[in-house]
Every structure is written in structure tokens, then in C-alpha cells.
């Protein structure tokens, strides 16, 4: 039974840091493309980072910078690592896995920046 676990959400004071945790159950993690989402209050949900089986990255532009996403197949993991947090980076986050056609999500977990 496939399932990703995220951890490491909490509330952090502006230019502050949290690291996301992301493990990965019931699939072959290596061969699949990693992201990370984030939703805020009435918004979209938008893509934050990824990072492909072969360790190519992308990121939002908003994020560029201050975020970094990295993987660790031994341990069926990936991190979103957030430094100089803002504000408007308040948002539920949720980790995916992709492959082809085919894309899983987790539960989600809570980032809140205060000012």
C-alpha cells in the first residue's frame, strides 16, 4: 500500500528555517519524479519544488533561493529544506510522487510564518 508521510511543519518567526520530511512507502522511490506543494487559504494549490529520479531540480520562483528539495533513496525520503521563511509562505504543504500518469499525494502538513 503506497503512502507519503510529511513531517516537520510548525509555526516559525519571519527569517526563520523548518525542514520538510517526506517519506515514501510501497513504491519504488527512485524511479519517481518528488514534489512538494503548498495551498493557502483560498488559493490554488501551487508547485513549490521537484525533483526528478535523476536528481534535476526545479523551483518556483518565489522560492528560489531561500528553498532547497533534495532526496535520499536509501531512505525513501525527500526534504524541502526552507530557509529565510516569509509570510506568504504560510501554506498546507504536501509532498507527491509522480510517474507518468500516475501521481500520489500526502496528508499534508501545516507551515505558518508570523510576522
Known amino acids: 500500500q503506497m503512502q507519503l508521510v510529511e513531517s516537520g511543519g510548525g509555526l516559525v518567526q519571519a527569517g526563520g528555517s523548518l525542514r520538510l520530511s517526506c517519506a515514501a512507502s510501497?513504491?519504488?522511490?527512485?524511479?519517481?519524479?518528488m514534489g512538494w506543494y503548498r495551498q493557502a487559504p483560498g488559493k490554488q494549490r501551487e508547485l513549490v519544488a521537484v525533483?526528478?529520479?535523476?536528481?534535476?531540480?526545479n523551483y518556483e520562483d518565489s522560492v528560489k533561493g531561500r528553498f532547497t528539495i533534495s532526496r535520499d533513496n536509501a531512505k525513501n525520503t525527500v526534504y524541502l529544506q526552507m530557509n529565510s521563511l516569509k509570510p506568504e509562505d504560510t501554506a498546507v504543504y504536501y509532498c507527491?510522487?509522480?510517474?507518468?500518469?500516475?501521481?500520489?499525494w500526502g496528508q499534508g502538513t501545516q507551515v505558518t510564518v508570523s510576522s
Open positions: 525533483i526528478r529520479s535523476g536528481g534535476m531540480t
Open positions: 510501497g513504491i519504488i522511490f527512485s524511479i519517481y519524479a
Open positions: 507527491s510522487a509522480s510517474l507518468g500518469p500516475t501521481h500520489y
